[in-house]
T-cell receptor
Framework: GAVVSQHPSRVICKSGTSVKIECRSL??????MFWYRQFPKQSLMLMAT?????????EQGVEKDKFLINHASLTLSTLTVTSAHPEDSSFYIC?????????????FGPGTRLTVT | QKEVEQNSGPLSVPEGAIASLNCTYS??????FFWYRQYSGKSPELIMS????GDKEDGRFTAQLNKASQYVSLLIRDSQPSDSATYLC??????????????FGRGTQLTVWP
């Protein structure tokens, strides 16, 4: 149980284009979904927190107009990297927090490796 | 101010030994903690959750929570080379927030050599 999928697993795009990443909780409904970024050999960095049907909360320093988050349902959140540049190349990971019972654990998707050329 | 601190590491142990990973936290109100394992190039995987003071055992893994000392640990018995990974400690942010975020430690890199 508690499986989170993420698509695509790997994407290469040209500078200036946009890329959409999907995150789905497959066997549970998620109160909240989170988007992280991780550069090689560095710690996880939380980018934003999203709840179904409401606007995402972005962490300080994360451009909301560049990283668009849509949380359409209790099982689906998407992250769109707009006008991507080489410095956006990174490992993007989503996680989902199950509904109910004051639970705080997060289950992570397998991640999306983005390379911008 | 960091909410969760992992200062130890990297850690290297021989196969079959006990690996001990430690974490301290600053929020006395925190009720739950989590240990994640992250293999190189992969996403984190939840391996242990602990919600109350004391020990929780799951197979070769034992999580310990000491609320008085604000200390969380993970013991891995009979360590295997396949346990070689980065281990992340995480705790929820303070009760004043409704976002439900987790604070992650920087991680401890564990190497188990045969």
């Amino acid at each position: 149980g508690a499986v989170v999928s993420q698509h695509p697993s790997r994407v290469i795009c040209k500078s200036g284009t946009s890329v959409k990443i999907e995150c789905r909780s497959l066997d549970f409904q998620a109160t909240t979904m989170f988007w992280y970024r991780q550069f090689p050999k560095q710690s996880l960095m939380l980018m934003a927190t999203s709840n179904e049907g409401s606007k995402a909360t972005y962490e300080q320093g994360v451009e909301k107009d560049k990283f668009l988050i849509n949380h359409a349902s209790l099982t689906l959140s998407t992250l769109t990297v707009t006008s991507a540049h080489p410095e956006d190349s990174s490992f993007y990971i989503c996680s989902a927090r199950p509904m109910g019972g004051g639970r705080y654990e997060q289950y992570f998707g397998p991640g999306t490796r983005l390379t911008v050329t | 101010q960091k909410e969760v601190e992992q200062n130890s590491g990297p850690l290297s142990v021989p196969e079959g030994a006990i690996a001990s990973l430690n974490c301290t936290y600053s929020d006395r109100g925190s009720q739950s903690f989590f240990w994640y394992r992250q293999y190189s190039g992969k996403s984190p995987e939840l391996i242990m959750s602990i919600y109350s003071n004391g020990d929780k055992e799951d197979g070769r893994f034992t999580a310990q929570l000491n609320k008085a000392s604000q200390y969380v640990s993970l013991l891995i018995r009979d360590s295997q080379p396949s346990d070689s990974a980065t281990y992340l400690c995480a705790g929820p942010e303070g009760r004043g927030s409704t976002l439900g975020r987790l604070y992650f430690g920087r991680g401890t890199q564990l190497t188990v050599w045969p």
